[in-house]
């Protein structure tokens, strides 16, 4: 993880991101430890109650558990809980967009599907 801030969200929700996304591409894999609380703050150079929020966070979405003494852990099914959120997200809230979008231009599914494939 880089600490590449914005301006647009609060650094424990960004560094929350970063963690989902590691875990959604397969970079934190189920049952892995994340890293301590205090090497998240060293390495990202951010506060370590920032750090642990953002894993309090994680924690309360059924993400990873606390494992007394060992530290946070992936849950099991915590990635395939991730792709469904983000699926239904996307069927809710972008897709809607996209195809109006689709309609506006005046796009048909063969133009779609031509531009598609070449890239």
Known sequence: MT??????????????????TAIME???VEGEALPSVRSVAVDLQINPLTASKAYQELVMDGLVEKRRGLGMFVLEGARSKLIE??????ITEEWPRVLETIRRLGLNTEELLKSGLSN
Request: no cysteine; hydrophobic share 35%.
């Open 85 to 90: 959120a983000e699926r239904e997200r996307f």
């Open 3 to 20: 600490p590449d801030w914005t301006d647009n969200s609060p650094i424990y929700r960004q560094l929350k991101d970063k963690v989902v």
């Open 26 to 28: 397969g970079a934190l």
